[in-house]
């Protein structure tokens, strides 16, 4: 399976030469690390253990984040609209309540 850029590409576990796998591991190790950082400084960290740096047959750096709970993913989601919020506040603000709403709605069940 793979998405038009080719990121959700096999992993590489066989690899193969002249591919720069470990070019494409560092920045995925780099910016995991970033990522790890801000969610140990919300207190999200334990709802993140399986958060990992990997590489694909391409040698794409990928950024795994495990299996996580529902709650955990929509907090994360809810986070980066806030983000966006700041940069776009109409749109955003829409995407949130539509968010919350999916959010609400899902507990119901």
Known sequence: MTDRRGVV??????????VPYVRGWAQARRSAGVLAAQLTALGLEPDFPGLTADVNVSGDGLVRLG?????????LAELIMSGLAAQAPTQVETMMREAGNARRDSSAA
Do not use: Q
Not at 9 to 18: F, Q, S, V
């Open 67 to 75: 299996n996580v709970r529902p709650e955990a993913a929509a907090m």
């Open 9 to 18: 590409a096999k992993r590489a576990e066989n690899l193969l030469p002249g």
